[in-house]
């Protein structure tokens, strides 16, 4: 009964609002890490296209009454956790040994 | 018994062993023993093998197998040996011949550096050309061919410091292998006609076959070419006379008694190919006697003593060739086992005689070594009167013997060989003249140094002499009431050639009177030539004097060499070059350095790829996950 209520209430909302709503804040993501210059926005942006992602999975599985899409957000956080992690320790190493945020300065590894 | 053949070349090929690794750590002394005595077991064997077959008549032909060597498919060739009257009769010449020739060089090459490598060479020479003779198929053969073209090669150059005579040694290789390519495009056909190499089953195929098919004579003629080059028959007979850089037991051995006559008896043992096509015996023929005359020519006017003995070679051969041309198998067979006593004795009596002039060859420089030299002249003298055909010496026999079939079979044959005795009888007696007699006209240095040379170089020669006394007897003709030896000897193995075609025969009464005529003719010719050079003490003109056209034409040799170097050396080098410039230079090389390039070029530019830049790095990520998801989608 609660169940079919919320489902119901949910179905207001048409699916294609979420996956519009996704993909724009993925691609917003993309260019961010694309464009911006400063390491932390960059892994801001990271950030945003895991959780666009994670909006996604949730959404659809509400929609199908099929719980295994939330349970993968669970998964996709815990590793996002660990990636922001280790992600923030070497940035620190970064600044720490070039002295400024800048991905650009970082192109020693070349031809 | 009979299986003691595979004694015969195994005694040379162990010489050649033992004195080729161990020569450096060996004395002279031993390695000449060695070497010879290789030989001299090698003829004890022969020896004992032709005793054997002349005890059982019948049963003349035996093949010993030692072991299967090539198989191919439908194709087998094992190296088994075959042993018959024909192949008894070149042991015997090329072990003993070859015996005296090893004995003489121990004294001639004495003081040789390279005395042992010397020794293991002819060691090596006498194993291939035993197993030429010896071999029961035409591959044995070819192996045998080819191993004595490489030794004559290795001696001719054996002296190798000198350019001259690697050039010499170079000419000779080549010009046989030439003469090889004919040969081995015989072998070709005969295999693919007869299925088989071995004589036994080819001649026995060959049998059923009607004369004068285009495949035989295609065959024949060019086992011949193969021939012409191992034999030195026009055109391919440059290589003889510049083949005398090498030492004189050399010349004596390979290009006098042995080496050239492979030639015969490849035609010898596949007479009954060559009696089912006429057409080539008539080439065979030809060219005999048109080289037996053409070289006679040149020898008129040749001033190196061992020079007119080549020239003399390469005639003699031609009158071999003329009697196998005309069928009389066993007369050239003759005419081989006389030439090689006599004409082996002329060229070790010439080493003797350049022996003791300490190098000199020109005979204009020699002169009345009659005196200092007395065994030398005696011996060279019985040789002289041999290779004339003079009786009852062996020369007049065999000769006389090939003259008479060709005065049955062509009257032109006959009289252009009784025209190269002539010539023959002339240069050989002038030879002998300017060398021997007058007065002496060398240095006061060499006349100081003239001395008769030591037992082992005399000794040889005394027997060689002897044996170019009595050699002739084996042959003794039908018309002096005598048993010929030899031809009831060789019957077997001319047998079935005999059946279709006898060589011509003529009466006794004309065969004396053609005998006469030729002993007549070739005396005066004798007396012309002692006119000349004796009594009126006429010398040859020195090198730089002008002659009138024909002699200089003779003198030059025909200016054969000359063509041969425009005709085809100067092209094939021309060609050669631009090969080498545009093909190799450019081409090959210019294709392989081009993919090196290539690659340079492509990693250089591969590499560019690698900015360094992160954000680079991360757009070609998202952009290579973009187009595999719309790959997948569609």
Redesign the interface.
């Known amino acids: 009964m609660v169940q079919d209520t919320m489902a119901q209430s949910l179905h207001g909302i048409p699916i294609n609002a979420y996956l519009t709503l996704s993909a724009v804040l993925f691609s917003i993501g993309?260019l961010g890490?694309?464009?911006r210059?400063n390491i932390i926005v960059i892994f801001m942006c990271i950030e945003l296209m895991l959780n666009a992602v994670n909006l996604l999975l949730a959404a659809f599985g509400a929609y199908r009454g099929d719980s295994n899409g939330q349970i993968f957000v669970f998964f996709i956080m815990a590793v996002a956790a660990a990636e922001v992690a280790v992600g923030l320790a070497i940035l620190v190493m970064i600044y720490r040994n070039t002295k400024n945020t800048d991905?650009?300065s970082?192109?020693?590894?070349?031809? | 018994m009979i299986k003691l053949v595979a004694l015969v070349p195994l005694f040379p090929l162990m010489g050649f062993i033992i004195t080729g690794l161990f020569g450096k750590s060996l004395s002279k002394t031993a390695g000449g023993i060695i070497a010879s005595g290789a030989i001299l077991l090698s003829f004890v064997v022969s020896l004992l093998l032709f005793i054997q077959l002349l005890e059982v008549p019948d049963n003349t032909s035996h093949t010993i197998h030692l072991f299967d060597w090539i198989k191919a498919g439908k194709f087998s060739a094992d190296l088994s040996l075959l042993i018959d009257p024909l192949s008894s009769v070149f042991l015997l010449i090329i072990t003993g011949v070859g015996f005296l020739i090893h004995v003489y060089s121990t004294g001639y090459m004495h003081n040789d550096e390279g005395h042992n490598k010397f020794f293991s060479y002819l060691n090596l020479f006498v194993f291939f050309m035993l197993l030429l003779v010896l071999g029961s198929n035409y591959l044995v053969m070819f192996v045998g061919w080819e191993g004595v073209g490489l030794c004559s090669y290795l001696l001719i150059g054996f002296w190798f410091k000198n350019t001259n005579y690697n050039n010499a040694a170079k000419k000779a290789f080549i010009m046989n292998r030439i003469g090889d390519l004919g040969f081995l495009l015989g072998i070709f056909l005969i295999y693919i006609t007869f299925g088989s190499v071995s004589y036994s089953e080819v001649f026995a195929q060959a049998k059923f076959y009607t004369a004068d098919e285009p495949v035989l004579i295609a065959i024949t003629l060019f086992l011949f070419v193969g021939a012409m080059g191992k034999s030195a028959q026009l055109p391919l007979f440059t290589w003889l006379p510049d083949a005398m850089a090498g030492p004189t037991p050399v010349s004596a051995l390979i290009h006098a008694a042995t080496m050239v006559t492979a030639g015969i008896y490849m035609i010898a043992r596949s007479n009954v190919l060559y009696t089912l096509a006429p057409v080539s015996l008539h080439v065979v023929a030809l060219i005999g006697v048109i080289t037996a005359v053409f070289a006679a020519t040149i020898g008129l006017l040749q001033n190196d003593i061992k020079k007119v003995l080549a020239y003399s070679t390469v005639s003699q051969l031609g009158y071999m060739f003329l009697a196998l041309g005309i069928g009389a198998y066993t007369s050239a067979v003759f005419h081989v086992i006389t030439h090689a006593f006599f004409k082996a004795l002329l060229f070790l009596g010439a080493g003797s005689v350049i022996h003791a002039m300490g190098g000199e060859q020109d005979i204009r420089k020699m002169g009345g070594l009659k005196s200092h030299l007395p065994t030398t002249f005696a011996t060279f003298l019985i040789g002289t009167i041999a290779i004339a055909g003079i009786p009852p010496f062996a020369g007049f026999f065999s000769k006389d013997e090939i003259l008479a079939h060709a005065f049955a079979h062509n009257k032109i044959f006959w009289l252009l060989g009784v025209g190269g005795s002539v010539l023959t009888a002339f240069y050989m007696f002038r030879l002998l003249f300017l060398t021997f007699y007058g007065k002496f006209r060398g240095t006061h240095h060499q006349k100081e140094h003239l001395h008769e040379s030591p037992k082992s170089i005399t000794i040889p020669l005394v027997i060689l002499a002897g044996l170019s006394i009595v050699g002739g007897f084996i042959g003794l003709p039908e018309a002096f009431h005598a048993t010929h030896f030899l031809k009831s000897f060789l019957t077997p193995v001319f047998a079935d050639s005999d059946l279709r075609m006898l060589p011509a025969e003529i009466s006794h009464a004309t065969e004396y009177a053609l005998m006469a005529l030729a002993i007549v003719i070739v005396l005066v010719v004798v007396l012309l030539a002692r006119n000349k050079y004796v009594v009126k003490g006429e010398l040859p003109l020195a090198d730089g004097v002008a002659l009138s056209p024909t002699s200089k034409l003779i003198a030059n040799k025909y200016y054969v060499d000359e063509i041969y170097d425009n005709l085809i050396v100067k092209p094939l080098h021309w060609i050669s070059g631009i090969f080498y410039r545009v093909m190799d230079i450019e081409v090959v090389d210019g294709f392989v350095n081009f993919i090196g390039k290539a690659v340079v070029w492509g990693s250089g530019s591969a590499?560019?790829a690698?900015?360094?830049?992160?954000?680079y790095y991360?757009?070609v990520m998202?952009l290579s996950v973009a187009l595999l998801l719309l790959y997948i989608s569609y």
């Open positions: 993309v890490v694309l464009y210059r991905i650009d970082l192109s020693k590894l070349k031809w | 590499r560019l690698q900015t360094g830049k992160i954000g991360v757009f998202v």
